[in-house]
């Protein structure tokens, strides 16, 4: 992996801490590790990559890199749960739109907790992420959300659910169209690589996402994120170490 890497500098991820460190879908990097696009290897569910490579590739593509927040253990206070983000947020059904402009723009307005002036600014940065790259990561689901904090800092992160009301294109690599976004809006970037990546995890279960297709009511739904994440936090923290 990379130029001869000094041993200490070697690293080992799993794919959604990678993911989450350079705020990509899972998707994406799987792909640009397949074409060569970027200084790693993966083996499996981990990604292998020297650690100064990956930051050069990084900046010099203007991306972030946040391996320290996601090398931390995952934290087992209940504010920094997906079930209490989700809590924070909504669940939203048949939100409307026929592209993604649309959906975005009906998906930021469901949010009544916020002013007008602060959903047009988290709308603004939402697409501007969208731009930058599709949040579709596959199966008919997207995880919008801005790359910046908004002016007004939130105190609790949150994560509004949303099902559409018809399928849209969001050019997810995998060819299917969303019918299902996961907002996702945070206080401080550690929380956001926090979520991500167990969002990630959750949405890696098949049984999950066949769970997710029959639109589950906010109750059952937060209910069945609880428990994956009490299974989650419960197995021991293998998420980085050196080879």
Aim: proline content about 7%; aromatic content about 6%; some cysteine.
């Amino acid at each position: 992996v990379g130029e001869n890497g000094d041993k200490r500098h070697r690293m080992k991820l799993p794919i959604e801490k990678v993911a989450s460190a350079l705020g990509l879908p899972i998707s994406t990097l799987e792909r640009w590790i397949w074409q060569g696009c970027i200084p790693a290897q993966q083996n499996g569910n981990d990604v292998l990559f020297v650690r100064p490579n990956l930051e050069k590739w990084a900046a010099s593509r203007q991306l972030p890199l946040q391996l320290d927040s996601v090398s931390s253990s995952s934290s087992t206070d209940p504010s920094d749960t997906l079930a209490a983000a989700m809590e924070q947020g909504c669940v939203c059904y048949d939100v409307a739109g026929g592209c993604v402009h649309e959906v975005l723009k009906a998906a930021v307005e469901r949010l009544a907790c916020f002013s007008p002036t602060v959903q047009e600014e988290l709308f603004f940065h939402i697409m501007d992420r969208e731009r930058l790259a599709s949040t579709a990561i596959g199966n008919g689901i997207a995880i919008p959300h801005p790359r910046v904090l908004l002016s007004k800092p939130l105190e609790l992160a949150m994560i509004s659910t949303c099902f559409l009301s018809s399928p849209v294109d969001f050019n997810a690599v995998d060819g299917l169209l969303v019918d299902l976004v996961f907002l996702l809006i945070t206080p401080t970037a550690k929380h956001h690589l926090h979520l991500l990546s167990r969002l990630a995890h959750c949405i890696r279960n098949p049984e999950f996402c066949d769970f997710l297709k029959t639109r589950p009511d906010p109750s059952a739904l937060i209910s069945r994120v609880a428990a994956i994440e009490a299974e989650l936090d419960s197995t021991p923290d293998l998420s980085m170490h050196y080879f």
